[in-house]
T-cell receptor, first 115, second 111 residues
Framework: QQQVKQSPQSLIVQKGGISIINCAYENTAFDYFPWYQQFPGKGPALLIAIRPDVSEKKEGRFTISFNKSAKQFSLHIMDSQPGDSATYFCAASGAAGTSGSRLTFGEGTQLTVNP | KAGVTQTPRYLIKTRGQQVTLSCSPISGHRSVSWYQQTPGQGLQFLFEYFSETQRNKGNFPGRFSGRQFSNSRSEMNVSTLELGDSALYLC??????????FGQGTRLTVV
């Protein structure tokens, strides 16, 4: 019930292409879905997040698509750049009264953008 | 605004020893969470503190403990270290539910 499944495990994209990472969750109490970007030797950095009352959120080249009925959400990186090469994690958090700020993370996707 | 600060950045300890890690959250953030990151298990939630009280706890043995001080700074302690405790330990601070900002982590190696 607490799991978040992420795919693919690794992804190679050409510069200028679109990177797509998918996540699925089980617990319907989750109501906050962030994505994190992590570079080697660094902590995860909050990239973009969405709540289930909207189906899409866009910030620059990064877009989250959210499908509440399917319990799935995805990250799209448009015009992917070599500097986007990193590990991406999806996560989910429940209502504040029940789980505070506890995040359940997906397994991670290692993105490589070739020049 | 300064980010989340974790000290030390690197630690090498021997099996059986204990270790204390420190975290200073972003100013104004009252929630501090701890996570363990390993290649095999990914990012696993350890516990969360809010206003000096443990609000949430993950599935880790009692050897893992923490506390939070009145200034929101937090410490995490691991007693009787095992080789499997080698990991990157991450601290995150939050102002709003779920919106967590991570420090750079403490790399613990148990030999």
């Amino acid at each position: 019930q607490q799991q978040v499944k992420q795919s693919p495990q690794s992804l190679i994209v050409q510069k200028g292409g679109i990177s797509i990472i998918n996540c699925a969750y089980e617990n319907t109490a989750f109501d906050y879905f962030p994505w994190y970007q992590q570079f080697p030797g660094k902590g995860p950095a909050l990239l973009i997040a969405i709540r289930p009352d909207v189906s899409e959120k866009k910030e620059g080249r990064f877009t989250i698509s959210f499908n509440k009925s399917a319990k799935q959400f995805s990250l799209h990186i448009m015009d992917s750049q070599p500097g986007d090469s990193a590990t991406y994690f999806c996560a989910a958090s429940g209502a504040a009264g029940t789980s505070g700020s506890r995040l359940t993370f997906g397994e991670g996707t290692q993105l490589t953008v070739n020049p | 605004k300064a980010g989340v600060t974790q000290t030390p950045r690197y630690l090498i300890k021997t099996r059986g020893q204990q270790v204390t890690l420190s975290c200073s959250p972003i100013s104004g953030h009252r929630s501090v969470s701890w996570y363990q990151q390993t290649p095999g298990q990914g990012l696993q939630f350890l516990f969360e503190y809010f206003s000096e009280t443990q609000r949430n706890k993950g599935n880790f043995p009692g050897r893992f403990s923490g506390r939070q001080f009145s200034n929101s700074r937090s410490e995490m302690n691991v007693s009787t270290l095992e080789l499997g405790d080698s990991a990157l330990y991450l601290c995150a601070s939050s102002f709003r539910q779920g919106e967590a900002f991570f420090g750079q982590g403490t790399r613990l190696t148990v030999v």
